[in-house]
Structures are given as C-alpha cells and as structure tokens.
C-alpha cells in the first residue's frame, strides 16, 4: 500500500509539475510582448533590407503594444547577422530579416555556413518583393534588351553588380544563361560604387535590386532602365518591359525580403507576430512606401512561405552549379 501510495504521490507531483509548466507556457504567450523586440537585419543601414525592415517593424509596433529596436548586424553576405537570430533565445523577443541570399543562395556558395536556412528559423511573413532591373547609361547605344543581347553577341559587353554571389549577380548568369551570351561580370561593394561605374562609363550594364536604382531611372538624364526581371512589368517604371516580353519568354526573377523568428519559438508566440506583420502589409501607409521603393508587400507565411523558398534553394543551387560560381 505503501508503494502503491508513494507511486500515486509521484504521479500527482509530475502531473502536476507539466500542468504548471504548460500554464506558465500559456501565460506567458498570452503576455506576450511584455518589452521591447529586437529586429536584425543582417545588411548595413541605408539599403533596401535595412527599409524594408524599419517600415514593417514601424508598422508591427501598433499590433503588437511594443517597441521594435532594429539592430543592423551586416557582414559575409548577411551570413553574421542571420547566425546571431539563429543563436537567439525562441522567445519571441529577437526576429530578424532574411532575403533571397541569406536563405537560398549563400549556403552554396559559402563553405563554412554557421547557421542552416531551412532547419533554423520558423518563417513569419514575406515581406517585400522586387524586381532586379538592367540598365545602361543614358548615352549608351543600348535602348533594348534586343539590343544588349546583339551587342553582347557581337563583343564582350560587362556588367556590374553588387558582388560575387549575389542575387543580382546570379540574375546576371541567369540571364547569360537563357540568352545565350557571355558579359563580363565586374563585381562591386554595393549600388553605391556600381551605379557610379555605369553612369562614369567603366561598366556598360548594371544589374541591381530596382529600388537602388528607381531615382536615376526615373530621372533618365544619366541611366536608362531597359528591362525588369519580374514577370509582370513594376508599377514604380511602367514604361519599362520586362525581360520576358523582350524575346525571353518565362524569364521571371525578383528579390525578395521576409521576416524569420529562431526555431523552437512556441506558436501562439509566432502567430502573434505573423498576424501583426500580415496587418502591417496590407497598412496602406505601408503599401505607399514600399510603392517608392519600387517594391510590393508579400502575402506569404508561415509554411506557404517555406515551400516557396524550397522552391528558390532548387532553383539557385542548379544555377550556381551549371555555372561553375565560387565565392572567393
């Protein structure tokens, strides 16, 4: 009887322990947040990560009752600031802002990878999506695609972009690839060095994210934008065609932005922040801005928003393995 009894005690002690647990699980979410979040971005301050992110997190604070404290921890391709949100407590008080690089692309180009894109972080919300855009300087002979790739075809034309296994890089070789041209790829620090090389003339293509580029295209004085990558044409450059209505049919690329949480974050946590980031992209104060940027609100999440990046690993992995791209 004794036993029996002790037994019973135990039970009712571990029964009762989990229950505690599971109640102060329960409170705690429905706490949640209790102080101030943090948001990284993995890219300095100033491009188009870095935008994106203040907007949304501006926008979330409303929902949410709280603070977001953006922190830009930039360095190997965004690979620094990721690592940091994957070695973050789940708790719901570190998010960050991954894009088409840090979780589709960089894994297979950088050998010694700190963190893993698909097993560490639980998908929150795409946030935005743009085109990349090619342009040419304003007194380029260049006026089409048609005529890039006849120029291409005909001499060694370069290209800049904002370094070696970007994705703006990798649209390059994409498009090298389904035109059938070869272009010196000429990489550099970011749109801030590549965009003067093109208007100064040492370049005679530039490749980029269209929002670091919107300003002078819409201008025109000095850079021409003669082709989109998306698949529809962008309503910030209606004038401008896309890549696939300029004789390269089902070409469609565009870069894109979404928020993460670290693995292991309990999901009424992860559901708050998903149902405050979705009201943030459908804010028309939001809508406006990414509008100036060239940029659209995603509408994916939660596991919509991990088969589509499942879809882009396979996609860019081919691509960097049939073109040889190493990063050095």
Known sequence: MNIRLSRSILGCALFGGLASLAIAGAAQGADYPAHAITMIVPYPPGGTTDIAARTVAQAMEASLGQTIVVENRAGAGGNIGMANLARAKPDGYTIGMGTIGTQSINQFLYKDMAFDPEQDFDPIA?????????????????????????????????????????????TGAYLEQSAGIDMLHVPFKGASASLPALIGGQVDVLLDNLPSTLAQIKDGSKVRGIAVTSAERSP??????????????????????????????????????????TQALKSKKVEEKFATLGAQPGTLT????????????????KLIKDRNIIKQ
Do not use: C, Q
């Open 126 to 170: 795409l946030v935005i999506t743009t085109p990349n855009v090619i342009a040419v300087n304003a007194e380029s002979k260049i006026k089409s695609l048609s005529d890039l790739i006849e120029a291409a075809k005909g001499g060694r034309l370069s290209y800049a972009s904002p370094g070696v296994g970007s994705s703006v890089h990798l």
């Open 236 to 277: 910030s450059v209606p004038d401008v065609p896309t890549v696939a209505e300029s004789g390269l049919p089902g070409f469609d690329v565009t870069a894109w932005f979404a928020l993460y949480a670290p693995k292991g974050t309990p999901p009424d946590i992860l559901g708050k922040l998903t149902d405050a980031a």
């Open 302 to 317: 939660g596991d919509e928003l991990k088969a589509f990046e499942a879809d882009e690993r396979a996609r860019w992995s």
